[in-house]
């Protein structure tokens, strides 16, 4: 199984300004400057030197993500910005000969996880079938809405391909001919918002954006190891640091601690810090990954792996 983010952002769009620009440039230079062994052929070795603040950029897209079962087909959960980057993708595949099939979760419908619907090219071309999966029974409501004509010229059920619907129930799994599984679980978060765990030949990864986590639900936490527990990899809100998700109580977003922690007590292979504030640089957020190893450190949770989630970043389960 392959998961890969095409978008990590939170709440909304942050693309990189030329002021952060600048400043990355700088202090490459900088750092050019004082490698007193350079040449044309060290330039990759120099490069793979790099800060990770320096050498990639977290992406300023907001969340979409792609699971590939082990029989090589491709799953999608939510399309926030970075849907418009896997549509243009997925059209090199059967999707851009209106021959494709496409099955896609939805977590919840907050803007940034449903916004590259309008820009996802497979969704205009004749002859492809779009699957939409949630736990809302209104779901296809709701993405008409978003493309009525106060907010965009061409209406949802405008586009040419053929949707279908399933609501998910309360404990059901869904099983694909494939051998792929996937069952939802509700979090704490405005509106609501789902979970989604994908299991595939004995590994699963749950994917669990847009949740709010505090000490006060320790309790909770335990009781959640049935779904999260010994999960391979496990991708999670982590907007905030703990002196903001104080200050942001209630706005349904999880600090890097609480992350932490959660993932500790779930037994968590490896955890992944996503939906990134979109007021942070790179800069920033690298610290908060640091920070996060950190308290890791401090909890004894030393067979946790934690990583910070980017545009383009994938995992082989």
Not at 114 to 127: E, L, R
Not at 145 to 166: D, L, R, W
Not at 268 to 293: F, G, R
Request: with cysteine; charged share 25%; glycine share 8%.
């Amino acid at each position: 199984m392959n998961i890969k983010l095409y978008g990590t952002r939170g709440s909304m769009a942050a693309p990189l300004r030329n002021q952060e620009y600048k400043s990355k440039v700088i202090e490459i230079l900088e750092k050019f400057v004082d490698n007193a062994e350079f040449s044309k052929n060290t330039i990759p070795s120099f490069y793979q030197s790099l800060p990770d603040n320096l050498k990639y950029t977290m992406g300023g897209d907001t969340t979409c993500v792609t699971v590939t079962s082990k029989a090589g087909n491709t799953y999608v959960a939510d399309c926030g910005t970075g849907g418009r980057v896997l549509g243009d993708e997925l059209m090199k595949t059967d999707l851009g000969k209106g021959k494709g099939e496409l099955n896609i979760f939805i977590t919840h419908t907050h803007w940034d996880h449903i916004q590259g619907f309008p820009f996802f090219k497979p969704m205009y071309i004749p002859g492809n079938v779009l699957n939409f999966y949630s736990p809302y029974p209104d779901l296809e409501q709701r993405l008409i809405q978003q493309q009525e004509k106060e907010y965009f010229p061409m209406p949802f059920h405008g586009t040419a391909s053929k949707k279908n619907f399933i609501t998910i129930k309360e404990n059901e799994e869904i099983r694909f001919p494939d051998g792929l599984v996937v069952d939802a679980h509700p979090l704490k978060h405005p509106g609501g918002s789902y979970a989604y765990r994908f299991r595939d030949h004995g590994k699963f990864f749950v994917f669990a954006t847009d949740a709010e986590f505090t000490g006060e639900d320790l309790p909770e936490i335990k009781n959640k190891s049935d779904f999260f527990g010994g999960a391979d990899l496990l991708v999670i809100d982590s907007q905030y640091t703990l002196d903001e998700s104080f200050a942001k109580f209630d706005w349904g977003h999880t600090s890097y601690t609480m992350a932490v922690n959660c993932a500790t007590i779930w037994e968590v292979k490896n955890l992944v810090l996503t939906h990134h504030e979109p007021a942070y640089n790179d800069k920033k957020i690298l610290e908060i990954l640091e920070d996060a190893i950190e308290h890791k450190k401090n909890l004894g949770g030393a067979k946790l792996n934690i990583h910070l989630a980017r545009e383009g970043l994938q995992f082989q389960l």
